[in-house]
């Protein structure tokens, strides 16, 4: 081994330290030659799991150092349909200073009545915001824009969307109203629900006038305080308050948040987010270990004779066991250091890309757990990966400082480093999965990159002995070609099990994509519905099924009365002690869609109990959809308690439905006897579904007509909702692809890597052809038919490999159809071809403009 | 027979190849008791470098029984031989297998630190000075000269003060007068230490600076000769 001799220094200060680490740090003079993509894969994997937890740190500690003005206050409560009255009121309002805000869906309309959107419509108080301000574009007040006299103000989109411009008039509800100012900026918009459409400010008194507001509606009443400053720290105030509340509302039924966490789902969501990209780093990592692999044992071979000193000398195998693994965790720990402060930039880099895209500003902000996280994974990865060559380099035998080895024997670690290695591999996996709140899918997630690992060693280990048994082929270049792909030593098991793993993943997302995509755009548009009324009057019922098929004769109406109301108790227990399953938390989440009906909704299957006779008056009863009730350990017979419109109602579950939700027919979570609600305020809520072949015109037509006759509804056009949905699934499949190149980007760092360690043995059997006669063409062409070759193999298992497991992605976890595309599939295997084909063509033309002679001389 | 440092009874040593197995040493009978100084010589092939890896402890017979230093091969495991080896034998190699990551001193030390000296690094430098080549400690290999670095891992073979000193063709990689200098200073030093030397060699000259040659031919002792002082 060649030493660099100026680069080395001889410290005295070893002497003091143990034998081991004094061993390592002088093997370590060297330098990182040989290290340098050991480096690159840990840091690639441990930049990725950083990454992503530093942002999801910076948008969390955003939300703590914001909370108070996303909130819009120290505490905010929510409640559907009815606003706090009489003694709710006089006791919020004792609790410090207080605002008052009413949030619905309406339609805002053209004066004219040529257009229309769905729009988010707020109404404010005097007092909101309480906390930040809302900025207007045209630098007006909010008080100037909206309650002085009566007037809007909208966020641009709509302007645009309407063709309307500041000045011009906008209908809504029973009220043309003038449109004043432009939204800029909303403090607390972020902590309300999900919206569907641009924002409409108007003041709370000219929100009751549009006649939009009466005790059914689907509105949701909110309260933002700040409570009286006395002293104590927030944490106690706040839960001073929760008690409070609780003891003197017990039955109001809001819905509680406050600054530490403004927007729950948000959290849950960027969380789920977090541990799901985790998952996804630690596959570039494993993928990156095959490097690590490499690597090491590159290494240790060149240093054979070294180790067989030292056992001539009297070291034992702990010693040489000790010092090169010694050696292997500091060569982590630089790639674990390289990749963290990679990681940290990471948030930097997004906030400066996509700014105004995200939620909110994020800090920067890093916990000791996501770095503590990224580092245990790159520790535990870089030693699974490593004990197994270290393993082989204890049994070096010392004869081969006597004699020359051809080739090594293929040697098995002794059984200590063999269970050593599994305890590793199985502290992995628990890691992985007690560290994710959806254990079941980092279980699977563990599962399927053991299988994919093993496939492709199995396939790399099975390519080398069939090229060799295949009957040699009569041109040279193709001989060559299969003759290196059966190479002991060679390329195959490297490229083999890092592209393909690398690849699979990006065939399973492609398909997934594409799976999702078709159901959104195809599958679900054919058999849902164009549109969904909200907020329909009883009594404007038959008139609204006569202008409809006045409209379109052959349309299909189905309606539903639709409350809104908060699950308080399951089985006596309070909602928020219960420990649901992850797919069924969201259900004790605010407030649900509750309905009530005489017969078994159209799209629901009975698979448990009895449903209620139409002229039913016992007890209520309850309806539940099956996987909802399994999550929540509700069975037949159990009760559950809902708090609508300020009252809780406890009724038994009478029997469980199946239901078909892709088909977006009309159905609810809970559907109650209608004795139960039957005698509540409430509206209707429709849908009306178009013949196939009715055209847009037509569909455009019937919604203005709607919105002339029933001003007070609001229609959601399905194809938009879907759409909007749309765009929020390609930017969650963005993020997801973007990490899945990463594990890419790791097997080329690998193909790098073993493409490296070959070189001189590719060199040196190019200088034995070109001496035999051999063209440079031809030697070029071999290479590229074995990395072709190479290539293609892998990526055709991949493919097969991809797309079983998003067929299991989809139909057995999303329960959708799923949609072959053989162009992703392709796409995604030409990317591979081609990168392999490059790195090759890299290499080859290394090989070839070597000088021949120092490797035809004798050593 | 009771001073034998060295006892080889019938040692065979056989190994496998692809083309069956090839006996390397055959029936093979040896004594060498304490300060003698030996030669081993023979053709290629002759099995005398496998001998010498054997009194080494640094390949098992297969069959036969292999005695050192009182020491039964046989009963010790890989670790324990490794230990046995680093207290009571010295190796000289003919490509010297100096670690090139370690200065001179650490080098010499090796062995030292292996057996858990605490002075390892003080009997180094002692032991450097007695060849010569104290103002090298802080030397890397390959800022030594072959000479230098043959005097170097002698030092490293002599360091743990071994009641044995093994060397396989000490002088291969030097040249004439080098290999003079280094093998005068091996003689001197085993002579000063009294230690048993059992010197691989296809160099005549040098094989009749030993009180006895042995001859080597196919695996087999085919010879032996008592050289007069």
Redesign the interface.
Known sequence: ???V?SD?K?PVLR?RLP?LV??AL?????GLKGFYVFIACVALGVAVITGVGALADALRASFERQGETLIGGDVALARPHRPAEGQERSWLWQQGRISETATMRAMARRTDGTDQALVELKGVDAAYPLVGAVSLLEGLSLTAAVREEAGVAVDPILLDRLGLKIGDSLSIGHLKLPIRASIGAEPDRISERLSVGPRVLVSLETLRRTGLIDPGSLVSWRYALKLGADGAPLADQLASFRNAMKEALPEAGFTLRDRRDPSPQLSRTLERLRQFLTLVGLAALLVGGVGVANAVATYLDRRR??I????????????IFGVHLLQVIFIAGIGIVAGSLLGMLIPVALTSALGDALPIKADIALSARSLLTAAAYGLLVSLLFSLWPLGRAEAVP??V???DEVAPGPVLPRWGVIVLTLAIGALLAAFAIFSSEARLLAFYSCLGVLLVFAVFTGLGAAISPVARGIRRPRRPELALAIGDLGAPGGLTRSVVISLGAGLSLLVTVALVDRSVVAELTEHLPESSPNYFILDLKRDESEAFQKLVRSEVGEARIEQAPMLRGRIMQVAGRPAEQVKAAPEAQWVLNGDRGLSYAEAVPAGSKLVAGQWWPADYAGEPLVSLEAEIAKGLGLKLGDTVTVNVLGRNVTARVANLREVKWESLSLNFVLVFSPNTLQGAPHNLLATVTLPKEASLATEAKLAQAIGRAFPASTAIRVKDALDAFGVIFARVMLAVRSAGSVTLIAGALVLAGALATAQRRRIQQAAILKALGATRRRILLSHLLEYVLLAVLTSFISFLIGTAAAWLAVTQAMELEFTFSLWAALQTMGLATLLVAAFGAFGTWRVLKAPTIPYLRAD | MANNLISLSNVNLTLPSRAGPVAILRDVVLNIGTAEAVAIVGPSGSGK?SL??IV?G??RATSGRVVVAGHDFARLD??RL??V???NIG?V?Q?F???????AL?NVA??L???GRPDA?ERAGEMLAEVGLAQRA?H????LSGGEQQRVAIA?ALS?RPQIILA?EPTGNLDGKTGAHVVDLLFELQRRRQSTLLLVTHDPGLARRCGRVIEMQDGCISGAELVSA
């Open positions: 081994m060649t030493v001799v080395l001889a002497r034998l004094s061993l002088r093997e370590q003079r060297n004779k070294v067989a000193a030292f056992k001539s000398l009297g070291a034992s195998k702990r010693i010392t004869a400082l006597f004699r | 470098t010498l890896m080494a640094l390949e890989e670790d490794a230990a080896r680093g207290a190796i190699f490509a297998h100096l670690v090139p990551t370690m200065t650490e090796l062995p630190e292996f057996a690094f802080q890397f290999p390959a800022q490293r743990p396989d």
